[in-house]
């Protein structure tokens, strides 16, 4: 796939867009042209995006930003950020779903309710909520491209990762879906499996791993990128990040 697909004239909604991956999706998508709008709850990283956004528009002429400081656990926030785009835009080019929360890692019997239901607002209802308010938008682009931020949680199911593997679980099969009813669309629906990355969130699950170990966000967010190229044909389908590929699903045997 081409590395860095020409985003011109795009617009390109982010979740999770103050830090890690999301942060340089973002920034990667309006260095491309993209016009990115920035969702996260963090104004003081969203406010740091726009700055790097602003510069890189400065030296190259591409990109620019609109900050949205939402919790993703605000639904009718998420709806109206979906009457607001269509306002002002029209169409949504792109969407990527990657804001998401770990809860805690710990044995199923112990996790608390208010943590697991945490988990499932931000990592599966948001995520339902967002499909819901942009899908009508995502159709009036000529190539609507929706990437879903998933993990290898969601097919490990290992021990102690119960609330966070099985959100991902659940995300997928919402992406599956939505890809299975838009086939016959322009719109193509792909999620991703990231792999390990040197974030804040692999540090609070993994605290004694050598960060250093892993992948930049940059890389990896440089490497999901091309799956907004307008020239994308695949959908229903997991990009592994890491091998930039895409892996079919097939049922258990």
């Known amino acids: 796939m081409n590395a860095h697909p020409d985003l011109t004239g795009r617009t390109a909604l982010v979740t999770g867009a103050s830090r890690g991956i999301g942060y340089f999706i973002a920034r990667h998508m309006a260095a491309a042209g993209a016009h990115v709008i920035a969702v996260a709850r963090t104004v003081g990283g969203l406010e740091e995006l726009d700055d790097e956004i602003k510069a890189e528009n400065a030296r190259t002429g591409k990109g620019e930003a609109t900050l949205v400081p939402l919790d993703l656990t605000d639904m009718p926030g998420i709806d109206r950020l979906g009457g607001a ?144 190229s307008p020239a994308l044909t695949e959908t229903g389908l997991i990009f592994d990040a890491r091998s930039k590929s895409f892996l079919s699903y097939q049922m258990p045997r």
């Open 85 to 228: 785009i269509h306002e002002r835009w029209g169409k949504l080019d792109i969407l990527v779903a990657n804001a998401g929360v770990l809860g805690v890692i710990g044995p199923l019997a112990h996790i608390e309710a208010k943590v697991f239901e945490k988990v499932m607002a931000v990592n599966v209802t948001g995520v339902w909520r967002l499909i819901r308010s942009v899908d009508p938008l995502l159709h009036k682009s000529d190539a609507g491209r929706a990437i879903i931020l998933s993990s290898g949680a969601a097919h490990n199911a290992r021990a102690y990762w119960g609330p966070y593997a099985a959100s991902k679980a659940a995300v997928e099969a919402l992406a599956r879906s939505w890809a299975d009813e838009t086939k016959n669309t322009p719109l193509r629906v792909n999620s991703v499996n990231p792999g390990a990355t040197r974030t804040a969130m692999r540090a609070q699950a993994m605290p004694g791993e050598n960060p250093e170990t892993l992948p930049h966000p940059s890389e990896i967010a440089g490497n999901i990128v091309p799956l907004a």
